[in-house]
């Protein structure tokens, strides 16, 4: 056995689960691909408990010298494969074939993009996929907002408290959501419905201006979030059939751990704290996993 526990993501999950795993003098490994992973782009966080405001990489550098500091080994590699046999949990990267008692899944989701010139360009300059995350930059701006289900909905719905408009752009004319959220949104009058309409391209210089839509029409805007879904990142340890609820998250018991022996996992990928997507709870569910596992060692 090379290690007691992996822990997969090096994101705002990944690395406290790796100190906390330290402190409690297991031998660890955070691997990830890129460090500091969806928080690490965006331009500023401002509801990181003490850090008034810091660019997300800064928080996260934060969070990988933390790790390190208290005896966490980081690598940056891309995990290829997760198989268990019945002793040992294999994982294997591009360079290399660990063995662990215990893996600790933080691989987070991924949220879909429209793939519209310029939403590559413009993400971290106002282009963003999480309106709890970035919402308070905006406060009385102007800012478009695409999706038709409940998240694109409930967000807008919270970005109208903060925003002067928000447009709210869906390639139909009705929404997939509940109609609480519907009648809500149409209640507000700071929400503009765009409906039968696509985004065409974003343009703007330094940072995002205008959003075109494949009617011509454009929208003059300081901000633009997508809204349409986010997949739960799981294809890893998928062949060991773990449990899993209807939006593909894995369901864990109040200690963290999934439906196989010795899996834990936590953040977005889960199915606790009620779904809240948010850097503090993924943070907290890992130092919980890490504390589980440390629990389970001491009983053998």
Same mark, same amino acid.
């Not at 997300?56 to 198989?83: L, P, R, W």
């Not at 075109?212 to 890893?236: E, N, R, T």
């Given at each position: 056995m ?9 994101? /705002?999950a @990944?690395?406290?689960?790796g100190?906390?795993?330290?402190r409690?003098?297991?031998k ?20 990181w408990? !003490?850090?008034?405001?810091a660019? !997300?990489?800064?928080i996260?550098?934060? *969070? ?6 208290? @005896? ?16 040992? *949990?294999?994982? %294997? ?5 660990? &063995? ?21 360009? *413009? ?6 996929y999480?309106?709890t995350?970035? @919402?308070?930059?905006?406060k ?51 929400i503009?419905l ?14 995002l201006?205008?959003?075109?839509l494949?009617? @011509? ?9 997508v809204?349409?879904?986010?997949d ?10 773990p %449990? ?13 751990? &999934? /439906?196989v ?14 779904? *809240?997507?948010? &850097? ?21």
């Amino acid at each position: 056995m090379d290690y007691d526990v992996v822990i997969v993501g090096s994101g /705002s999950a @990944g690395l406290p689960a790796g100190m906390y795993a330290s402190r409690y003098k297991l031998k660890n490994v955070v691997i990830g691909k890129e460090p500091g992973w969806a928080l690490a782009t965006s331009h500023q966080v401002e509801n990181w408990p !003490g850090v008034l405001s810091a660019p !997300g990489k800064e928080i996260m550098d934060s *969070f990988a010298e933390h790790a390190i500091n208290s @005896g966490s080994e980081i690598i940056q590699d891309t995990v290829s494969s997760i198989e268990k046999n019945s002793e040992w *949990f294999i994982v %294997k990267t591009t360079n290399k074939e660990i &063995t662990s008692k215990y893996v600790v899944l933080a691989s987070g989701n991924t949220y879909r993009k429209l793939w519209v010139p310029g939403e590559a360009e *413009f993400l971290g300059k106002w282009v963003s996929y999480c309106a709890t995350c970035d @919402g308070n930059f905006f406060k009385n701006r102007d800012i478009v907002l695409v999706g038709g289900w409940n998240t694109a909905l409930t967000e807008a719905l919270y970005l109208s408290e903060l925003c002067s408009k928000v447009y709210l752009v869906h390639r139909k004319d009705t929404f997939r959501a509940e109609d609480i959220w519907v009648d809500q949104v149409k209640k507000k009058d700071n929400i503009e419905l765009v409906l039968k309409e696509e985004v065409d391209h974003i343009r703007g210089t330094m940072f995002l201006e205008e959003v075109v839509l494949k009617s @011509g029409k454009v929208l003059k805007a300081d901000g633009f979030f997508v809204a349409i879904w986010s997949d739960p990142s799981i294809d890893l340890v998928k062949d060991m059939n773990p %449990k899993v609820d209807d939006e593909n998250c894995l369901v864990v018991d109040k200690r963290q751990e &999934t /439906s196989v022996k010795g899996l834990y996992a936590a953040g977005d990928v889960t199915t606790n704290s009620n779904k *809240f997507k948010q &850097t503090i709870m993924s943070a907290a569910e890992w130092c919980l996993a890490a504390d589980s596992i440390h629990e389970d060692m001491l009983r053998g």
